[in-house]
């Protein structure tokens, strides 16, 4: 399969897109498993993934994913800008945020 991802699982491409699609579920009010199902299933697990960069979507999953949130591919993988509304940026900040202090963690964890 195909996926959109430039650099391969785990590449900053791909975390950037994983935090593109956690901020759009979010702002959908979808669970992970009801946009895994929604896209086509896959494993429970499936949308966790994606979202922590750690797998990137196949090009027909992306495309579903886009219509879903109602943006283009471009919106979706970052080449564009979303166009978004106030509140949108309040929640992608807010999920940026989230994703900051969770790596925070994870680093004071270790040391």
Do not use: H, Q, W
């Amino acid at each position: 399969m195909r996926t959109i991802s430039k650099d391969g699982p785990g590449s900053e491409f791909a975390k950037n897109l994983g935090l593109r699609i956690r901020a759009c579920r979010k702002e959908s009010g979808l669970t992970g498993k009801e946009l895994s199902k929604a896209i086509g299933g896959g494993a429970d697990n499936l949308i966790c993934r994606y979202e922590k960069g750690e797998i990137s979507p196949p090009l027909e999953k992306a495309v579903k994913l886009a219509s879903i949130f109602n943006i283009s591919l471009d919106e979706l993988a970052g080449i564009k800008p979303r166009k978004t509304t106030s509140g949108d940026v309040s929640s992608d900040l807010e999920s940026r945020l989230s994703e900051i202090e969770r790596r925070l963690s994870a680093l004071e964890e270790k040391a």
